[in-house]
């Protein structure tokens, strides 16, 4: 089986032949890829293939895991139904940060 | 030895990528320096509108009608597919009130040569069958546009890369010196050293402080958006959709003064949008907190809540991401475009405020002209920094 067709995010379904092309078009960093190629950007904003990506650009680029920044984790952590903020609505009395 | 370029670009948002395009076009040697990553400042966290109803009738309308037209061949031109499409727009009308501002506005945008026609109750009903009942009315214009703003940087930087554009990144500017031979020395936090005939500061939010480095006050200050992203949904109606809420609040005063303290003190002006891939931008914010660019339980609800006021059937509908671009916003809500008097080959391209996605290839065709010396596709002296001086005065 070809692995370069195999999915690495299966939210957006983008594949390894994507990530090492958005990689040898210029991408440098893990935010780089996630905006040329989505991956990370679905559903589960990017819980399964954060690792994996981060392996790929790593194994291209010859630099080490630890190294490479890792993408901006968004708010919320888990999706929130939007019913949920007007029955929590708390108006102008809270600046606190989105859990 | 110093390298040494025609031009140096700092800042790899879209609007300093689109320059680069442009003027690698032309032929010239360009390098562009990103203190951070490509997209890394507002063009990667905003939304995707070409709007063009929201335009005050003037230099800017003109602006976004004319990259409207660059838009509709710029996947050909790029070989990328920039997901441009028009699907029209609406500022769903809630009082007679805004009414009345509304048809004064939309009367005047036509006379711009722009389509767009208010509609009534029924015909609103007919284009967003899920709205809710408080809206009387509503503006329409069928050439409300959007495209992704990833995938045009992506367009234009690998377009440019291919004509020979270099980059350095991550590279911070942190000075900039005119030497004795006319050319621009600037200084990056890598250590590295660059020489060019033009500078173009092109950093958005962050202009008044590489202006700084040059001894050029930029009134230009970060203007915070909050956006809440849903899951992908089919469509919920058949535009996309602002309210006039907001808009009227800033072509009458007296409104303003009316308008909810909470939404005031936010700056909270619905915008509802769905991207290709079906998930819908809910935004959003126009908050002046620094370089701050966390999102907060207070903007995003109220945002929400809003959206919830015009269409209740989103409730079951799951946020999966929230994210919070800064604008550039000048002090007089248009751009600066153009070099300083003075500061020979000092160019500033910078101020779009939230509009910098729908004026990208026009500011970008424009600058590359301005370089170059040739006429320019639109006359921009009243975007010329120049008026920083009238600015700078003390009242
Ligand atoms: C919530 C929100 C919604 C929006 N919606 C829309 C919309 O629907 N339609 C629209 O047209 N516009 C929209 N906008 C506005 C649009 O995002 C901006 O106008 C546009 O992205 C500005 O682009 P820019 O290239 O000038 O700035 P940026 O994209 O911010 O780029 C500036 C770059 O300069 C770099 N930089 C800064 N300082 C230095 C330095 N010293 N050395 C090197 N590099 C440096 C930064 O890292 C950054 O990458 C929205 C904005 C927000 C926040």
Redesign the pocket.
């Known amino acids: 089986m070809d692995e370069t067709k195999n999915f690495v995010c299966r939210c957006e379904e983008v594949t390894v032949e994507e990530i090492e092309e958005a990689i040898d078009n210029g991408a440098t960093t893990l935010n780089e890829v996630k905006r040329w190629t989505r991956a990370g950007m679905g559903l589960c904003q990017g819980r399964t293939c954060r690792k994996n990506v981060a392996r790929i650009l790593s194994r291209k680029t010859g630099r080490k895991l630890e190294e490479l920044m890792p993408s901006t984790y968004r708010k919320p952590v888990r999706p929130v139904r939007i019913g949920l903020f007007e029955e929590k609505k708390i108006r102008g009395t809270s600046n606190e940060n989105m859990g | 030895m110093k390298k040494v370029f025609d031009v140096i670009i ?9 320059t680069a395009y442009y003027l690698t076009k032309k032929g010239k040697k360009v390098l562009m ?19 063009l109803q929201s335009k005050k009738p003037g230099i800017l309308l003109q602006m976004a009608l004319e990259s409207f037209e660059m838009y509709k061949c710029l996947s050909e031109e790029l070989n990328t597919d920039l997901e441009f499409q028009t699907r029209g727009g609406m500022i769903l009308i809630e009082n007679q009130e805004q009414l009345k501002i509304m048809e004064d506005f939309v009367r005047k945008q036509r006379s711009y040569g722009l389509d767009v026609e208010l509609i009534d109750k029924r015909d609103v009903k007919k284009k967003q069958p899920l709205v809710n009942d408080r809206v009387i009315a509503s503006t329409y214009s069928p050439i409300d546009s ?1 495209v992704n ?1 990833l995938r045009v940087m992506k367009g234009f930087y690998m377009k440019s890369i291919e004509r020979g554009m270099e980059i350095d ?1 991550p ?4 000075a900039l010196k005119k030497l004795s031979n006319g050319y621009w020395e600037v200084v ?2 890598n250590n590295k050293c660059y020489h060019a005939e033009v500078v173009i500061n ?6 008044a ?2 202006g700084k ?1 040059a001894g050029v006050e930029i009134p230009i200050k970060p ?5 809440a992203v849903t899951e992908q949904i089919p469509c919920v109606g058949e535009t996309n959709i602002w309210d006039a809420d907001y808009i009227v609040t800033k072509l009458d005063p007296v409104l303003a003064e009316k308008r909810d303290r909470i939404l005031a003190e936010l700056g909270i002006g619905l ?1 509802f ?1 769905q991207t290709l891939d079906g998930n819908y ?1 809910i ?3 126009r908050e002046f907190v620094g370089f701050d660019t966390k999102t907060t339980y207070q903007g995003i609800s109220n945002i929400l809540s809003q959206v919830l006021k015009f269409f209740p059937v989103l409730r079951n509908v799951h946020i999966i991401r929230t ?6 916003a000048s002090i007089d809500g248009k ?1 600066f475009l153009g070099e300083v008097k003075d500061k020979e080959g000092f160019f500033i ?12 290839p026009i500011t970008g065709k424009i600058m590359a002209q301005m370089i170059c010396g040739e006429t320019l596709s639109l006359p921009v002296d009243e975007l010329s920094p120049d008026r920083l001086k009238t600015h700078c005065k003390p009242s």
């Not at chain 2, 590279?171 to 942190?174: E, I, L, N, R």
């Not at chain 2, 391209?349 to 990208?360: F, K, N, P, R, V």
Request: charged fraction near 20%.
């Open positions: 700092i800042g790899a948002g879209i609007i300093g990528l689109s320096l990103e203190k951070k990553e490509i997209g890394s400042g507002s063009s990667g966290a905003c939304d995707d509108m070409i709007l959007q703003p990144k590279s911070s500017v942190t990056t936090d092109a950093a958005g939010a962050w202009a402080e590489v480095f203007k915070k958006g909050q956006i915008s949008t931008l935004g959003g914010t994210f919070a671009g800064l604008r550039p751009p391209a910078a101020g779009h405020e939230g509009d910098g996605i729908a004026l990208a």
